[in-house]
């Protein structure tokens, strides 16, 4: 599904990379989480990803395309499969959800009658099995603007899913809500991810919803790979050196018991 080769992003010639990855692949179908501090790269891996940020060296393949050699047209054609969300939920605010979810379906469309909000019955259906899909059917009319924080996430859920995506990326899809929100997203994005059997990518702030939540972990600091492996095997010591130093109290409810 993705394959990384020598990859290098900086933010300026003079500066240091922002992202170093020697060799990492994800398989399809994998859930995972990408922890680490602030500044570690987290979200410049996921711009990567979507193609948003062009390395300074090195290769990114998804679904067999390299995202930055291939043709145009064809670069299109996997962006397209791939939906992201955010942790500002960046919805249009004076659109209502059905009007929201559409809009993944923008790049799948014909791109003029889709402008003009002439979209097609298959286009329009999608959606529609979309807004089912995370429960909003009951606010489908109502503007995105009136949702609070978890209701608006789970419409940028929709919207991804309307893409009809092989690779679901979150940037910090929870850090804006409340614990039990965030907790209902997370199994929402984990319930998709299972139901269509897609690939999931996300990063999280709090490497307690990583555990729970992802099979797999990727840990960063300073742009540079420190832990790859299941969530099971994220130790106490492990979570020290990605963050630095400090004794973190990661791991002080039952679930994770004595780690
Ligand atoms: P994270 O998401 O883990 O907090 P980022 O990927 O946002 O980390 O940032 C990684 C590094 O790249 C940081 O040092 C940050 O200051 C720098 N950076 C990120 N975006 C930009 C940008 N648009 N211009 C310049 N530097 C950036
Ligand atoms: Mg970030």
């Known amino acids: ?28 179908g ?9 500044g570690a790269g987290k979200s410049t891996f996921l711009r990567c990803l979507k193609g948003y940020v062009e390395p300074f060296q090195g290769k990114i393949e ?10 145009r047209r064809q670069r299109d054609r996997i962006n397209r499969r791939m939906g992201i969300i955010y942790q ?3 919805l249009v605010p004076g659109m209502t959800v059905w009007q929201n979810v559409l809009c993944g379906r923008l790049g799948g469309a014909r791109t003029l009658p ?12 999608i959606a529609w099995e979309a807004i089912c899909e995370v429960g909003l059917v009951d606010l489908a009319h109502q503007k995105a603007k009136t949702l609070s924080g978890g209701e608006q996430q789970r419409v940028a859920v929709a919207r991804a899913l309307a893409q009809r995506p092989s690779l679901i ?5 929870v850090s804006s809500l409340d614990p039990l929100r965030a907790a209902e997203v997370l199994e929402l994005l984990s319930e998709v991810q299972a139901h269509h059997d897609t690939t999931l ?24 790979v420190v832990f790859d492996g299941p969530a099971e095997t994220l130790t106490e010591s492990i979570m020290e050196g990605i963050y630095g130093g400090k004794k973190l109290l990661l791991f002080d409810d039952a679930a994770t018991g004595s780690r």
């Open 1 to 28: 599904m993705v394959t990384i080769e020598h990859l290098e992003v900086r933010y300026g010639k003079d500066k240091p990379p922002a992202l170093a990855i020697q060799s990492l692949s994800i398989a399809k």
């Open 30 to 38: 994998e859930r995972v989480a990408v922890i680490g501090p602030s």
């Open 62 to 71: 998804i679904l067999g395309c390299n995202l930055f050699l291939a043709p």
């Open 88 to 90: 500002q939920f960046h």
């Open 114 to 125: 889709s402008l003009l909000g002439l979209f097609g019955k298959r286009d329009r259906q």
């Open 169 to 173: 990326l979150a940037d910090e899809p």
């Open 201 to 224: 990518v996300m990063s999280l702030h709090q490497p307690r919803l990583a555990i729970a939540y992802a099979k797999r972990i990727i840990g960063l600091k300073d742009g540079r």
